[in-house]
């Protein structure tokens, strides 16, 4: 069975420009989050999808980010314009609620990116 | 403030010695209470979990934790560290009273020393 994945693994950018990271869940998982790790900072939350609508987007940091999820498939993170900030890691995760779990989720490999 | 501290940001050991790695939280209610392990290039791989029942639990690569309720923590262990283990922990908790995110510590590098 395939894990999450994450395209693409590194992304680097100028200040400005718009970038847009995918994420594909495990199939058949119908909760899919965003997290994000900024240098030297700890991995924060940035929002939760439930299939195709949004659950929980309170960390998202400001409305330059805007995430999708049609479908409830994949789901792509887009950056518009990027800011120098935003530099770091970006993982997705997915899980799918079953008795016990305890919602475990899997994590993607993360993409790095960086705004210079 | 509620949060997930792992108070070593660094810690060193020798191949073959015992770790511990510390954990503790600030939550009212039990959390979910988990251990990462991030590779070098790798994304996080889970190492073990505790939702409920016994309060040590095992986990993969040797791994093992204990829930202290009393102390509101989840130390990490391990008793004979191999080089492979080289890499970074993450406490994480899913607090009961937040929805279902993970909340993270800051994480903790383990470097192993031959």
């Known amino acids: 069975e395939a894990g999450v994945t994450q395209f693409p693994s590194h992304s680097v950018i100028e200040k400005g420009q718009t970038v847009t990271l995918r994420c594909d869940p495990i199939?058949?998982?119908?909760?899919l989050y965003w997290y994000r790790r900024v240098m030297g900072k700890e991995i924060k939350f940035l929002l939760h999808?439930?299939?195709?609508?949004?659950?929980?987007e309170s960390g998202m940091p400001n409305n330059r980010f805007l995430a999708e999820r049609t479908g409830g498939t994949y789901s792509t993170l887009k950056v518009q314009p990027a800011e120098l900030e935003d530099s770091g890691v970006y993982f997705c995760a997915s899980s799918q609620f079953l008795a016990g779990n305890g919602n475990e989720q899997f994590f993607g490999p993360g993409t790095r990116l960086t705004v210079l | 403030a509620q949060s997930v501290t792992q108070p070593d940001i660094h810690i060193t050991v020798s191949e073959g010695a015992s770790l511990e790695l510390r954990c503790n939280y600030s939550y009212g209610a039990t959390p979910y209470l988990f251990w990462y392990v991030q590779s070098p290039g790798q994304g996080l791989q889970l190492l073990l979990k505790?939702?409920?029942?016994?309060?040590l639990v095992q986990g993969i690569k040797g791994f093992e934790a204990e829930f202290k309720r009393s102390q509101s923590s989840f130390n990490l262990r391990k008793p004979s560290v191999h080089w492979s283990d080289a890499a970074e922990y993450f406490c994480?908790?899913?607090?009961?009273?937040?929805?279902?995110?993970?909340?993270f510590g800051a994480g903790t590098i383990l470097r192993v020393k031959s």
């Open positions: 994480a908790v899913v607090p009961m009273e937040y929805g279902n995110k993970l909340v």
């Open positions: 999808f439930v299939k195709e609508s949004k659950q929980d």
């Open positions: 199939s058949g998982h119908d909760n």
């Open positions: 505790y939702f409920s029942g016994d309060t």
